[in-house]
């Protein structure tokens, strides 16, 4: 066969995660809707769109009427870039050097912190002909991470001045508490912002666009979305949960109705009759007290599931909820299907998803695993092939 007709091979393990384009339209519908016409929706897709895959989630989004979308760094802007995708891009954590040319002629919007980060992207955007570049002035007002602080902003402003070829579009900072009701470090955050942005106007500089607010922000925190906000998790179906005074709090004021957008799936490999007082897996953690009926599910932590959920995790197999037993390991977990009616191999096994009222969720997963929902999403792995829908 000549080289040109060598076809790629589809992936035909049976573990897959479904994505639902239509969910992500409905979630940035209402996320718009909560924030009412005036506030601009910069909807984030780094890191692979939390797990859901960048490029096909931008695109609905851009569709579903996003004008922005927020990356980590030009890796992420490049492709979308590449596909077509004219919504502004905004760089959330900078660039390296050597990145500002291409930055400038793909038309990005670059955070910025620091004196030398402004002057590379004034003689890149001299050199190639571009008159106002817009750029977005991040300010460090306690996260501790990224940003200037109040006391370099002259340092940073001055650098500014001396750059013609660049607009100081945007203004922004990251609330580090969000989710905390009683945080006062919140409150600080947004004063020193303020303040901030009292410098910068007596400095000359009165950006048309500021932002501060993430999801959490987003829900709780109105006084802090100004005319964007930068929504990731929501846009995929969760949001992280509220407390005050150490306990989690809910309520209607502290509810998105968004739904979540990934399914995950395998199938069962193999169906084994065990004996009682049967070890199982690796270390024989798990011991069963009765026989039992176990299904082999191809799936494992080199998929992203996590190894916490090892005898304590359940999975939906024919209507039915099942238990995860034994060591998650790399390739395989297993799952006691005992009494189960009719279950057989090739049974779709659902590791994140609904099913006539069952449900388990990211948040079930996290809470198991002593982690947020973020990581359980972008934790699925590559080898783990989307279907969009």
């Not at 009292?198 to 000359?204: E, I, S, T, V, Y």
């Not at 490999?269 to 009682?276: D, I, T």
Request: a neutral charge; glycine letters at 8%; hydrophobic letters at 45%.
């Amino acid at each position: 066969m000549a080289t040109d007709e060598i076809v790629k091979r589809a992936a035909t393990r049976p573990t897959w995660a479904e994505v639902s384009l239509a969910n992500l339209r409905y979630n940035f519908g209402v996320v718009q809707r909560h924030l009412g016409p005036g506030v601009t929706v910069c909807a984030v897709v780094k890191a692979d769109a939390y797990g859901h895959g960048a490029l096909e989630c931008a695109q609905a989004l851009a569709e579903e009427g996003a004008r922005w979308l927020g990356v980590t760094s030009l890796d992420d802007a490049i492709p979308l870039r590449e596909a077509g995708i004219q919504a502004r891009i905004l760089l959330m954590t900078g660039f390296w050097r050597g990145e500002e040319e291409e930055i400038v002629r793909l038309g990005l919007t670059p955070t910025v912190w620091e004196a030398g980060q402004v002057e590379l992207l004034e003689r890149a955007a001299a050199r190639i002909g571009v008159a106002k570049h817009p750029i977005h002035l991040k300010i460090d007002t306690g996260m501790g991470r990224l940003g200037v602080a109040p006391e370099d902003l002259p340092q940073v402003c001055a650098a500014l001045r001396a750059a013609p070829h660049l607009l100081v579009e945007g203004v922004s900072t990251h609330l580090a508490s969000s989710e905390v009701l009683d945080a006062p470090s919140v409150e600080a955050q947004l004063k020193c912002f303020e303040e901030v942005r009292h410098l910068l106007a007596a400095q000359g500089f009165d950006p048309p666009i500021v932002h501060a607010a993430n999801t959490g922000a987003v829900i709780s925190r109105r006084e802090s979305w100004y005319n964007m906000v930068r929504p990731g998790i929501a846009l995929y179906g969760y949001y992280l949960p509220f407390e005050r005074a150490g306990r989690e709090v809910s309520g209607s004021k502290l509810r998105l109705a968004v739904k979540p957008v990934l399914t995950w799936k395998t199938r069962i490999l193999s169906l084994r009759e065990v004996r009682a007082n049967q070890a199982l897996g690796y270390g024989g953690t798990y011991v069963t007290k009765a026989p039992a009926r176990i299904a082999v599910l191809p799936v494992g932590y080199a998929d992203g599931l996590n190894r916490s959920l090892s005898s304590r995790g359940r999975v939906i197999v024919r209507e039915h909820y099942a238990p995860i037993v034994g060591r998650i390991s790399m390739d395989l977990t297993l799952a006691d299907v005992t009494g189960l009616p009719e279950v057989a191999v090739g049974d779709e096994a659902i590791l994140l998803g609904s099913q006539d009222g069952l449900n388990v969720d990211a948040r079930e997963h996290a809470a198991l695993a002593d982690t947020n929902v973020y990581e359980i999403l972008c934790g699925i792995s590559k080898r783990v092939p989307r279907k969009y829908r």
